[in-house]
């Protein structure tokens, strides 16, 4: 009895504290569903209707293409307008896109689908990071982040199994049609549910102006006297050019370099290692689940204790993987080591997201988050277009160029943002009387928990 009453106890906490953004999470967790039931499917329905390796990386480039330009724009405009619209109108578009492969074959519709399909997730996804960064206290962006990491996962780890298995049993549409009726559902769910938060949220205890996109504070801050009782708060930056966003920017060109790559040899990889298609979206899955476990904890952990020994540790387990893969000629080992990349994600994902939540200036989150994203695109792109030809060169080519990228961004990061990356920056430390101060108690710098054990003096 008091096991099952701790279990509801938690459960309860848990909807209590992700309330704002709870309709957002089971959306992702959809979408990922159908997204992840097509992964695994493409590259072979593809080949199978006459696109050689070459092309079919030109034509996964078209999704992050249309994203590259379209999401930095979007991001821009959803600061400045309501975010539910954005989301819903692109979760339509991409959820239509998604079936059109089915009815228009060849080399040329399949590239137009995918661009539209990147217009819909540009649309989509710079207002839902937005959203939750607005929703969510500032104390627990990374934790926030871990969640909506976990749920993405979820959907991520079942997608494609189903598809997998589906196509397996029923043909090679059944994804497709799949990911398009996700993609409704997903839509419906979050204009049904989801509403606008406040932007009048504080960054770390001072109010912020109006959501016009005016740098500044809406109120200059108390000037502390001499002999007064202070504490520390971070301002916001002042501008998208700080080095909190910019390492994060950079880090994240080398995650979704990585991205890239699988999407357009990962499957044929595994096909030339002797695994049929239910191995093949098991190895998807198997990368959800780490995730899952451990990217709410590490969000809490890069709350407590800063981004920058995640971001190192995250990207030290994915370069490993990248050497790991084309020295393993077993398709089981090569599932098993899925793992260990799943891990680094887990860790490196929360961190990210929490730096970029503290390098955004005032009303402009899903602008920084359109950025951010847009950085990702472009690494995406530039692995996609050249995956192909490096599978020409050579099975092992195209995962050491990966591991490579991702650890020459990681460095070149931590040499950008050092510190910076645990969310202490000097330049955004001011010090303010207690007792002037309108928040209620003391709050904690961007790299501590609500409930840290240690404050900033």
């Given amino acids: 009895m008091s096991t099952s009453l701790a279990s509801r106890g938690r459960v309860g906490a848990f909807l209590d504290r992700w309330r704002n953004i709870l309709p957002l999470l089971g959306a992702e967790a959809i979408i990922w569903i159908g997204f992840g039931a097509i992964v695994p499917i493409l590259p072979l329905y593809m080949s199978d209707n006459g696109v050689d390796p070459v092309t079919l990386g030109l034509i996964v480039a078209a999704w992050p293409a249309a994203r590259l330009v379209a999401e930095p724009v979007f991001g821009w405009v959803a600061d400045r307008s309501a975010r539910v619209p954005f989301m819903v109108v692109g979760l339509l578009i991409s959820s239509v896109t998604a079936v059109l492969p089915l009815f228009f074959v060849g080399a040329a519709p399949f590239f137009a689908a995918r661009f539209v399909a990147g217009i819909g997730a540009a649309m989509y996804d710079p207002a839902a990071r937005g959203f939750i960064v607005d929703a969510t206290d500032d104390a627990r962006h990374g934790e926030a982040f871990g969640v909506y990491g976990a749920a993405q996962m979820g959907g991520f780890m079942i997608g494609p199994a189903l598809g997998g298995l589906g196509a397996a049993a029923l043909g090679l549409w059944f994804p497709f049609v799949f990911a398009t009726v996700a993609g409704l559902v997903a839509a419906i769910a979050v204009a049904a549910a989801t509403r606008e938060p406040e932007r009048t949220h504080a960054r770390h205890g001072l109010a912020l102006p109006p959501a016009d996109g005016a740098p500044g504070l809406a109120t200059p801050p108390p000037i502390a006297g001499e002999g007064m009782p202070t504490r520390t708060v971070y301002l916001p930056p002042r501008s998208l050019w700080n080095r909190m966003l910019v390492a994060a920017v950079v880090v994240n060109f080398g995650a979704f370099f990585s991205s890239g790559t699988y999407e357009v040899v990962w499957s044929l990889f595994m096909q030339r290692l002797g695994a049929d298609l239910g191995l093949t979206g098991l190895s998807f899955a198997i990368f959800g689940v780490p995730v899952i476990l451990l990217s709410p904890a590490a969000g809490r952990w890069v709350d407590r204790l800063g981004g920058l020994r995640f971001i190192v540790g995250g990207s030290a387990c994915v370069v490993a993987s990248a ?119 003391p709050m904690p710098a961007p790299s501590l928990a609500a409930d840290g054990a240690k404050e900033v003096a």
């Fill in 323 to 441: 050497f790991l893969y084309p020295a393993l000629g077993d398709p089981y080992l090569v599932t098993a080591v899925v793992a260990l990349e799943a891990v680094g994600f887990a860790l490196m994902g929360p961190a990210l997201y929490a730096v970029v939540s503290w390098g955004s200036p005032a009303a402009r989150s899903s602008t920084a988050q359109g950025l951010f994203g847009a950085a990702g695109t472009l690494g995406f792109i530039v692995s996609s277009l050249i995956a192909g030809e490096l599978w020409t060169r050579g099975t092992a080519v195209p995962f050491q160029v990966f591991g490579a990228v991702m650890l020459v961004t990681t460095v070149v990061a931590v040499a950008i943002g050092r510190r910076r990356l645990d969310g202490e920056d000097p330049s955004l430390m001011i010090q303010v009387p207690i007792e002037q101060d309108a928040t209620a108690g």
